[in-house]
Each structure stands twice: as structure tokens, then as C-alpha cells.
């Protein structure tokens, strides 16, 4: 228990990383990770698409980088991307997939790999080149993209310290 706790106090967003590779064993611990996040009702309504190619990754960061009006690379030159997409006829399908990435950051920083979630993958997923990635990944139209997880290992200074908690941030009554 002590280490999971130490691992949500010290996890941050990752905004620099290393070219190389993450490890098979790393990956699949992390992808693990998020197979094992709740979802309501057990109904496992989100899916990961593991992204490592470089035509794909370049052109799912031009598409959220045009929603997000910026030239920019938005991963961060991540080597690895995870889709996280969710089943939109299910109720809980926006809480399941957030558990899905919150379970995918934690457990790449156990691992010592670098995460930072990217937003914008629901307007990705509504544009028409977004819903042709899907139909290309066999997933249907019901499909919602919740968000990207970049992953890689950090370069230097790839990683903010942490904000100090704000005051209030827990009201007992």
C-alpha cells in the first residue's frame, strides 16, 4: 500500500521525452494496468489502441494539434501513444475510460516510464479522418475518443515538479 501511495504522490506529467523505445516487459505491465481499472457495472466499455508507428502517431498529433489550433507536436515526440476510447451506449462510458487512463499513468511511473495525458481525443474521434482511424481499428461508430496517453521515457527535465495541494481541497463534514 505504501507504495502505490508513494507512486500517486511523485507521479507527474511527462512534457519532454526520449526518442527510444519503451520496454515490451514496461508496455505490457502499463497496458496490463489498464485492463484492471473499474468500470461500471463490470462492463469494460473502454478499449486501448496501442500506437508506435510513426505515420499514425504524426498524424493523430497533426489532427489534435489542429483542434487545438497549434503547430506543435501535442505528444511531445512520445515515442508511444494509447488511445483510450470508450463505448458511448454504455452509461459510465466516460468514467470507465478515465479510470482506464488514470490506471495507465500510475502504472507507467511504477515502471519508471513517463506519461502525460493529452486531451482532445473526443474532437479527434468526431472529425471524419478521426472516425476512419476508427473504422481502420474495427471499432464502430459508437466509439468515444476520453484521451491519449503519451509514453515514454523522460528526457532531462522532462517532468514539472509538483504544485503544492491547495487549501480546502478536502472539506469534512
Partial sequence: ???TLQ???TRRSC?????RQIAEEDLNAILEAGTWAPTGHGC???V???VQDKPTLAKLSKLNAAILGVNSDPFYAAPTVIVVLADSS???YRE???L???DLLLAAHAVGVGSCWIHRAREVFETEEGKELLRSWGLGSNYVGIGHCALGYAAENGEAPAKPRKERYVIRV
Fill in 48 to 50: 486501448m489502441v496501442l
Fill in 1 to 3: 500500500m505504501k507504495e
Fill in 96 to 98: 470507465d475510460g478515465t
Fill in 44 to 46: 469494460q466499455s473502454p
Fill in 15 to 19: 512534457r519532454k521525452f526520449q526518442p
Fill in 100 to 102: 482506464v487512463m488514470g
Fill in 7 to 9: 507512486d500517486i504522490r
Fill in 90 to 92: 454504455y452509461p459510465t
